[in-house]
């Protein structure tokens, strides 16, 4: 049975309706409909010539998870992408210092360089989860 936990301490407005889209209206929802399809196991999947569906996936549920707020912008998500893009190159200090472009808040731009940097067993070097 699926379950989602979910923690709201420190959740920003417009946060949960986003994730309940991305996570059920988007992952559970196809989940559900995939289980009925001919390419749902592994072998339907080599047989269709299908590759894994989460980069797909993905892209639709941050659609997903802005589409109805009133100002549907992506930038978190880009930021994200170019913070993990960057963090394969950089070292957690040089990335630090590039999202100094974007994020003025060195508070804000810590939390994204430690999520980008998680699991690394030196960041001074570069590299990412």
């Known amino acids: 049975r699926p379950t989602l936990a979910i923690n709201l301490s420190g959740a920003r407005q417009n946060w949960l309706e986003g994730m309940l889209r991305h996570e059920i209206g988007t992952h559970y ?3 559900v409909n995939n289980a009925s399809q001919p390419w749902h196991s592994s072998e339907g999947r080599k047989q269709y010539s299908l590759k894994p569906a989460n980069p797909t996936e993905e892209g639709l549920a941050s659609l997903h998870s802005v589409l109805f707020r009133k100002q549907p ?3 978190r998500a880009a930021l994200l992408y170019y913070t993990v893009c960057q963090a ?3 070292s957690f200090c040089e ?3 590039d999202l100094g472009r974007y994020v003025q808040d060195a ?5 994204y360089c430690v999520r980008a940097k998680r699991g690394q067993a030196d960041t001074s070097l570069p590299g990412c989860f």
Do not use: D, T
């Open 95 to 97: 990335l630090f210092r």
């Open 29 to 31: 929802i196809r989940g």
């Open 107 to 111: 508070g804000v731009r810590w939390e």
């Open 73 to 75: 912008f992506l930038w």
């Open 88 to 90: 394969g190159c950089l």
